[in-house]
């Protein structure tokens, strides 16, 4: 299991690195959502993965609910940011009339 996420890890933050280079503005905007999905399943994984165990009980093995409470907010953060990013890529492009990062056709 944890091969597994951290294989996933890996390849969101290897393609979210690559889209960002690109020199066009959606690849870009894709890139940035993909690293936040990385960090999400990161900060998801370092609370510690147990199936079947309850969120909070005393005495018993249980998982920390605090890193999916961040995530939780991280989604609806990181789901803005993109809607964001996205009103300005159309923005721009409809300013610059091209969809190129630094401007230049």
């Not at 951290?6 to 690293?35: D, N, Q, S």
């Not at 991280?74 to 091209?98: D, S, W, Y």
């Amino acid at each position: 299991m944890e091969l597994l996420l951290a294989t996933a890890i890996g390849l969101f933050t290897a393609a979210g690195l690559y889209l960002i280079l690109r020199a066009r503005t959606f690849p870009v905007v894709l890139g940035l959502t993909f690293l936040s999905y990385a960090v999400n399943l990161f900060v998801f994984v370092a609370g510690g993965v147990r199936v079947g165990a309850p969120p909070i009980v005393t005495g018993a093995p249980m998982t920390d609910p605090l890193p999916q409470a961040l995530v939780l907010t991280a989604i609806v953060i990181g789901f803005g940011m993109t809607a964001f990013l996205i009103v300005l890529a159309v923005r721009l492009r409809r300013e610059t009339g091209t969809d190129h990062v630094d401007g230049a056709p």
